[in-house]
């Protein structure tokens, strides 16, 4: 929480899988990373890192093309907004993976990640 221009600029990983606030995950999944980490060049303090729940494997695309049937089952809008979301990682994730390259991505008004064309 805290004020809101002066949100941080950290994200504390670690394992355990508890946390209060951090990326916890398992100590096997953070290992890997760990030696990641330890393989960059000696002297880098700060290290980019890509969050995006999503995963073209992980069912992600059941929700999304159900969102409207839910809507009229449970009258509720989030199933729309999630399905927005959902969508918006597909892309940025997409891009990721297709590129191999963090997407420069621009926060718009409503909250979306918008990846600008390279035209």
């Known amino acids: 929480v805290g004020e809101r221009w002066s949100q941080g600029g950290d994200i504390f990983i670690h394992g355990k899988c508890a946390s209060i606030g951090c990326v916890a995950m398992t100590d096997s999944v ?3 990373l760990y030696l990641l980490v330890a393989s960059r060049p000696r002297g880098q303090r700060d290290i980019p890192v890509l969050i995006l729940p999503y995963d073209d494997e992980a069912g992600y695309q059941q929700l999304y093309f159900h969102a409207d049937a839910l809507l009229e089952e449970t009258d509720s809008m989030y199933w729309l907004l999630l399905r927005d979301h959902i969508q918006n990682m597909r892309d ?6 297709d590129s191999g390259s963090i997407p420069a991505a621009v926060v718009t008004s409503n909250g979306q990640y918008n990846i600008p064309s390279s035209d």
Do not use: A, G, P
């Open 30 to 32: 953070i290992e890997k």
């Open 92 to 97: 940025l994730w997409r891009h990721f993976r």
